[in-house]
């Protein structure tokens, strides 16, 4: 094999991993779920909650990122790993906590693909640094575009439900 292929292979199957670890998580959650009735939330409780969580993970989030597109032509793509693989932890660790929060069952489904689109951006993020590192510019930005569809996917399920930090861009 030659060693590009021995990178997709590594990168496929760390990225598979990843997923099915997400999916296990988000799987439990819903078991859970289906075991028995949970008790009521409100909507505002919700809220409440999944802000504070994003809150805190916003803070973490904008320490990491640049100023500047890490990306660009001429910047050094080792930088762009760094806040890829960086990113992909602390979104990792944020979507747990978030599939953790049991939404009122109004919002459920909408919770859900906003959840599902975070693991699809986690994935991707893991991806870009995989790219960044190998210095292949055209995964990069066919893995950079995934990564901002799924944000956006994420981003629409949640919008106009009354967040002030969850899916609010600034």
Known sequence: MKASSTNLVSRSAVAAAVAFAIVGATT???SAVAAGPSPAVTKAAFIQRADAVCAAYDKRLKAITPNSDPAAPGK?????ARIAYAWHG???DMGR???AIQPPQAFATRWQTAMDGLVDRVT???LVGD?????????????GLRMLRAGA???NALHGYGFK??????
């Not at 960044?132 to 990069?140: M, N, P």
């Not at 930090?165 to 600034?170: F, I, P, S």
């Open 124 to 126: 991707a993020e893991l």
């Open 153 to 155: 996917k994420s981003i």
């Open 76 to 80: 050094p793509l080792v930088d762009l």
């Open 28 to 30: 439990g959650v819903r």
């Open 90 to 92: 602390l979104e990792a």
């Open 97 to 99: 906590e978030l599939r």
């Open 165 to 170: 930090r969850c899916g609010v861009l600034d």
């Open 131 to 143: 790219d960044a590192v190998a210095k292949d510019r055209k995964a990069l930005r066919r893995d």
